[in-house]
């Protein structure tokens, strides 16, 4: 009996591993039609140059295939570094503007320099847009103005004492989550409903009033967060800098945690998830003693439901891979878990 036609797509986009897809283009016309769908559908953090000249190569001389491209990411760096002359140059602004229908674009030169306009003439609409060049807020304030479904964005930095942030939440009114260092944050969050934030310091950002947080100017939109991911590789600001301003908060994520901080925590009216994290580039344990640092940070807050203490971080397949042991208020260890989600799901 013939395999229904129906149920190839379904079985097919389960497939991701590149050369079977490959294969079943060449099976029968149907596989064809569905491999063919999944094998475009996302391309991501693929790091071989000549697959990468391959690939634009043929968005650009199929139109109907350059329409099937939803994601593209790719973040150069040393695997996949080419000089300005390489052909890859010539043919990626070109593949950008025939993905009409493209949701997703992560991207980043080596060592993060802008590439003037890249982005001019394209007519996607994003919904998530992850753009990991610096010195790069020209050519995004313009872009940016055009992107109206826009639900995400990251941004490499910002110079927000020379270039205002663009649009506002009229223009994009599903806009709702940010992340990068503090000129992002403080460009992006004003005058938007935003309810999600990554904050990932860079080296010359203020941590305090006196260093020029901005914290009162910030405040109303501080009150709108639901989410809060803050740290990285440099240093953060105290949580106490910022708390009394996060009175709508259920989730906070600190990258490196200091006793110091438990009054702020406690003062959260609001905090369901507390993740306390490993800071980018160290490699020890989060907390030394997860369980009495847990029973005493619980006794503190009458809100906290959880407590997620990361033990250690793997890579898998470009995704970091964070191992937690979660902790529940008088329960104890309730498990152990491994993510690599971006926002937990909180009821």
């Known amino acids: 009996m013939d395999f229904p036609v129906e149920l190839y797509r379904p079985v097919i986009s389960y497939i991701s591993h590149r050369p079977t897809l490959l294969s079943l283009l060449?099976?029968?016309?149907?596989?064809?039609?569905?491999?063919?769908?999944?094998?475009?559908?996302?391309?991501?953090?693929?790091?071989?140059v000549q697959t990468q000249v391959l690939f634009l190569n043929r968005i650009i001389h199929c139109l109907r295939v350059a329409r099937l491209v939803y994601s593209y990411r790719f973040e150069i760096d040393w695997r996949t570094n080419f000089g300005a002359d390489h052909v890859y140059w010539e043919l990626?602004?070109?593949?950008?503007?025939?993905?009409?229908?493209?949701k997703?674009?992560?991207?980043?030169?080596?060592?993060?320099?802008?590439?003037?306009?890249?982005?001019?003439?394209?007519?996607?609409?994003l919904e998530h847009c992850h753009w990991h060049c610096h010195s790069d807020e020209s050519q995004m304030q313009t872009f940016l103005q055009t992107q109206k479904s826009l639900r995400s964005l990251s941004l490499g930095g910002w110079d927000d004492s020379r270039f205002p942030a663009p649009s506002d939440q009229n223009e994009q009114p599903d806009f709702r989550e940010i992340a990068g260092s503090y000129g992002v944050?403080?460009?992006?969050?004003?005058?938007?409903?935003?309810?999600h934030v990554r904050w990932v310091p860079d080296l010359d950002d203020p941590w305090d009033i006196s260093t020029g947080l901005d914290v009162v100017g910030l405040s109303p939109s501080f009150r709108k967060l639901k989410f809060l991911k803050l740290g990285g590789y440099f240093m953060r600001p105290h949580l106490c800098s910022i708390s009394e301003h996060l009175t709508g908060l259920v989730f906070l994520e600190l990258m490196g945690y200091?006793?110091?901080?438990?009054?702020?925590?406690?003062?959260?009216?609001?905090?369901?998830?507390?993740?306390?994290?490993?800071?980018w580039g160290l490699n020890k344990i989060a907390i030394e003693d997860p369980q009495a640092r847990a029973g005493e940070i619980f006794a503190g807050s009458k809100s906290l439901q959880y407590i997620e203490i990361e033990e250690e971080s793997t890579y898998r397949d470009h995704n970091k891979i964070q191992q937690y042991s979660r902790w529940g208020r008088n329960v104890g260890m309730v498990n152990r878990y491994a993510t690599d989600e971006i926002w937990p799901s909180i009821c």
């Open 26 to 48: 060449l099976a029968s016309h149907h596989l064809n039609v569905e491999a063919e769908r999944s094998l475009y559908y996302k391309f991501e953090h693929v790091h071989n």
């Open 92 to 102: 990626l602004p070109k593949a950008l503007r025939a993905m009409v229908n493209l």
């Open 104 to 125: 997703i674009l992560q991207f980043r030169t080596n060592g993060g320099t802008p590439v003037v306009g890249l982005l001019d003439v394209c007519t996607f609409q």
């Open 185 to 195: 944050i403080h460009a992006f969050l004003p005058g938007r409903d935003i309810t």
């Open 258 to 279: 200091d006793k110091m901080e438990d009054a702020s925590v406690f003062a959260l009216p609001s905090i369901k998830v507390l993740r306390i994290s490993i800071r």
